[in-house]
């Protein structure tokens, strides 16, 4: 059990770190025995546990009284711990010894040092774990820092500095039974059609991009002839599109159920015809109307809601005002017949009140969290988490946007240099698990995007890398059920763990596993480190679980 020591103002991030780090916890109490206290510095509680975790940025009694010989005081540096770079947003202190595996980028000095009298144990870790924990799920990382799953970092340093004192641990990792991640295919519809749009803008980029475009694309390697082709088609059939006499080639749901054959994926609809909505500098921008009316493309909706797909609403206004959000979520639950209630704000409009805004709308998760002009992770994690100020809502991270990747004004990636951007991504998952979660637009499986080739075989990646399909509103509702898992006893005894573990199970979703981590010594070396991915056991974990295990 960990005592975690922690100002008031801090309470809340704390407990929302230990629903990500789901290990046994609590606020520290004098009268209680710990085998691990983590606290900030200020106050240094008394010599009961094995290990005494301090975390701070700043100079602390403490560190006068250890001695610990700063070397550096910096703020928002980048430090790195096993070959992996970790961003530090607030203060960060180096120490005057090199003897631990967290480093400060540039100058190579330790950002960690170690104390002990043999019986405990003293580690100083010169960063505020819980005020960069609160910057990652509020304000978010710099697009400079989006590929760094910081927060999961966070989580696996922690872990491996109690493992390394040589205490075991015990854990529901974010990992549903027989897979090692969720995968959430997403489909915002942005268009639905090509045939609402004739004379507009949209129209004449299409026929450029379609011609022209797909022309210098050729030239470049970057559209094969074929795709050459196809697009040249599409733009000569254009015309018969809106006379009615040839099929609108944007409009690709049941294309999108062929490719996904039977795979589960959440549409998100816009309420409103015509409606741009206002942004946050009161304005409207004509641009973002959707000129689809979702009263007539809904009886083609329902089909996908009965065969397991999931329909959200692509949010105009409900990001900034609840009622307004409440109306759009009324709007698409009756024309779609969904029961459903998450969203995903259309161009990603989303403010620090947003959050609160859209769970008074009655919204049960949020998918808006992430970059349009990269992919990655904005909150630092591959997990859903609660924002620190909501009560029920919960927030899905979006990773993988198809136009951050290919759209000349963000990545304008080739497919091949897509695909390595996404690797690291396929690998932090099966590493760290949680959700990976992508977005496809409607229309990008179509002329004169066709992007399907792409999709088709980041499906493939996906479950060659064991990844589960879930639809979003499942996705929220198994991170649901592994944050109301409660330890009920953990006790180690003679080599082995006793638990007792319940949880509110959910009919449909993949089951929990709980995790005992073996420790592996009291001294930490870098040979040692790179076996720790392998020394623990697993055991499933569906309702209630009270077991025995050998450590
Ligand atoms: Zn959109």
Redesign the pocket.
């Known amino acids: 059990m960990i005592g975690v020591l922690a100002k008031t103002a801090d309470h809340a991030v704390v407990a929302e770190f230990f629903e990500l780090f789901k290990t046994p916890w609590e606020f520290y109490r004098a009268d209680r025995q710990y085998s691990v206290v983590l606290c900030d510095g200020e106050k240094i509680p008394g010599l009961t546990a094995k290990l005494v975790l301090v975390y701070g940025g700043r100079e602390t009694a403490f560190d006068s009284e250890k001695q610990m010989g700063i070397a550096a005081r910096l703020s928002n540096t980048v430090l790195s711990y096993q070959q992996r770079r970790l961003p530090i947003y607030g203060d960060c202190l180096t120490f005057g010894s090199a003897e631990t595996p967290l480093l400060q980028e540039e100058t190579r000095q330790s950002a960690i040092r170690h104390a002990s009298d043999g019986e405990h144990n003293w580690i100083r870790i010169g960063y505020d774990l819980f005020q960069e924990i609160r910057q990652l799920l509020t304000r978010g990382q710099p697009v400079e820092f989006a590929g760094i799953p910081t927060l999961e970092i966070h989580i696996a340093l922690l872990r491996e500095l109690i493992l390394g004192t040589g205490i075991p641990l015990v854990e529901i990792p974010p990992v549903p039974q027989a897979a090692k991640f969720i995968a959430c295919l997403t489909h ?3 268009h639905a059609g090509i045939r609402n749009h004739m004379g507009d803008h949209t129209m004449f980029g299409f026929l450029y991009r379609a011609t022209a475009g797909s022309l210098i694309n050729l030239v470049r390697g970057r559209t094969s002839l074929k795709q050459f082709a196809t697009n040249l088609s599409a733009a000569f059939r254009l015309p018969f599109v809106y006379l009615g006499l040839a099929k609108d080639f944007w409009f690709q749901f049941e294309h999108y159920q062929e490719i996904e054959n039977g795979t589960p994926s959440t549409f ?1 609809v ?1 309420p409103r015809k015509d409606d741009p909505g206002i942004n946050s500098e009161g304005r409207s921008e004509s641009m973002r109307a959707a000129k689809y009316d979702l009263a007539e493309i809904a009886p083609l909706l329902r089909p996908l809601h009965a065969t397991g797909h999931e329909i959200g609403v ?1 949010g105009i206004d409900a990001w900034r005002d609840s009622a307004k959000g409440r109306e759009e979520r009324e709007r698409v639950a009756e024309l779609t017949g969904t029961t459903e209630t998450g969203i ?5 409009y989303f403010g620090e009140q947003s959050p609160v805004v859209l769970e008074n709308a009655g919204f049960s998760y949020d998918s808006t969290v992430g970059y349009n002009e990269t992919v990655g992770y904005r909150a630092g994690t591959t997990q859903v988490f609660k924002p620190l100020d909501t009560v029920t809502l919960l927030e899905l991270p979006m990773h993988i946007m198809d136009t951050s990747l290919f759209y000349p004004s963000y990545l304008n990636l080739s497919p091949i240099a897509a695909a390595a951007v996404i690797e690291p991504m396929m690998k932090n998952a099966v590493q760290f698990g949680g959700v990976l979660t992508v977005n496809w ?1 409607d229309r990008s499986i179509a002329p004169e995007r066709l992007w399907d080739k792409f999709y088709i075989k980041l499906l493939g990646n996906l479950k060659r890398n064991g990844a589960r399909f879930l639809t979003a509103a499942k996705t929220t509702a198994w991170f649901r059920m592994r944050r109301s898992a409660v330890f009920e006893n953990i006790s180690w005894e003679n080599g082995m763990v006793h638990i007792k573990a319940v949880l509110k199970s959910e009919a449909g979703l993949p089951g929990l596993k709980i995790r005992v981590h073996k420790p592996h010594g009291g001294t930490r070396s870098k040979s040692q480190s790179s076996e720790l991915e392998s020394s623990w056991t697993d055991v499933a974990f569906d309702a209630h679980l009270e077991t025995q295990i050998a450590i």
């Open positions: 915002d519809v942005d998100f816009i692509h995903r704000m259309h161009w990603l637009h």
